[in-house]
Structures are given as C-alpha cells and as structure tokens.
C-alpha cells in the first residue's frame, strides 16, 4: 500500500521548504527559518514545483497586464 520511502530529517526540511515556498512565503523568510546563512542554500532546499512554475507565470502575466504605457510620453 505505502511505498517505502527513506524519511531523514533532511528530506523533511526540503519538504516543509517546498511547501512553505507555494503557499507564497518569501525564499528570505524560508531562509530565515531553515537557519541558513545564504540564500544560495535555501534555493536548493525548496525545489520549483508545477504549483510555483505556475504561480510565478500568473504573477508576471498579471503585472504585464497591468502595465500601461503611454507611448505619446515615451
């Protein structure tokens, strides 16, 4: 029924990284509470996910829809 995976406590702190990262916490406050002194580390804890890879596209396309430029002005 289950599959049989190795539970570390390094795999759970990638795990609680990823999840915190799509629920919209900052990569800087993921860092902050994982402890870690670079934000290099803390990129490598919380991986890119379907969910984020999404969640990022929709951001940009939203601020780009917003945008209004006004080319007499440019």
Same mark, same amino acid.
């Given at each position: 029924?289950?599959?049989?995976?190795?539970?570390?406590?390094?795999?759970?702190?990638?795990?609680?990284?990823? +999840?915190?990262?799509?629920?919209?916490?900052?990569?800087? +406050?993921?860092?902050?509470?994982?402890? +870690?002194?670079?934000?290099?580390?803390?990129?490598?804890?919380?991986?890119l996910?379907?969910?984020?890879?999404?969640?990022?596209?929709?951001?940009?396309?939203?601020?780009?829809?917003?945008?209004?430029?006004?080319?007499?002005?440019?």
């Amino acid at each position: 029924m289950w599959d049989k995976k190795k539970i570390s406590v390094h795999s759970l702190r990638h795990s609680l990284a990823t +999840h915190l990262l799509e629920q919209g916490l900052s990569l800087r +406050h993921i860092q902050a509470l994982l402890g +870690h002194s670079s934000p290099t580390t803390t990129a490598l804890y919380a991986h890119l996910t379907d969910t984020t890879e999404q969640d990022t596209a929709d951001t940009l396309n939203r601020l780009v829809g917003s945008l209004h430029v006004d080319l007499k002005k440019v």
